[in-house]
C-alpha cells in the first residue's frame, strides 16, 4: 500500500490552469480591493490543492507610475475571496492569483484593478 501512495505522489504536479474567474471591485474604499475567484476544477489540479498565493502591487498612483515591493497572501484552499487591506489611496494594482498544490505553484493569472475613488 505505501508503494502506491508513493507512485500517486510521483505523478502529482502543480495544476494546470489558475483559478479561473478572477474578478475584483475597482472602486470599493479608498484603502481596499475585494477579490473573488472560482476553484481550479479537480480535473486540473493534478494533485490536491494546498492554497491560493495572491501578490499584489501598486503600478501607479494618480496619474503617475508607480512601483512598489510586491505584496503576498497566502490563502488555505476553501477560501475564494478575500479583501486586499491597506492599499494606497487612487492607485492601480497589478495583482496575480495562483493555485498551489504540495508540488508548487501553477500558473497565474494577473488582473488589474484599482481603487481610485
Not at 18 to 47: F, R
Request: proline residues 9%.
Amino acid at each position: 500500500m505505501e508503494q502506491l501512495i508513493f507512485l500517486a505522489f510521483l505523478f502529482f504536479t502543480v495544476p494546470d490552469t489558475p483559478p479561473l474567474d478572477i474578478k475584483a471591485e475597482n472602486t470599493w474604499t479608498t484603502h481596499s480591493i475585494p477579490l473573488s475567484w472560482t476553484h481550479i476544477p479537480a480535473y486540473l489540479l493534478n494533485g490536491i490543492l494546498t492554497g491560493y498565493r495572491i501578490t499584489y502591487q501598486a503600478i501607479e498612483i494618480g496619474e503617475c507610475p508607480h512601483e512598489e515591493i510586491p505584496r503576498e497572501v497566502i490563502l488555505p484552499p476553501e477560501i475564494t475571496s478575500t479583501i486586499l487591506q491597506g492599499l494606497e489611496s487612487f492607485a492601480l494594482y497589478r495583482i496575480e492569483v495562483t493555485g498551489l498544490t504540495i508540488k508548487g505553484d501553477g500558473p497565474s493569472e494577473v488582473i488589474f484593478a484599482g481603487n481610485r475613488r
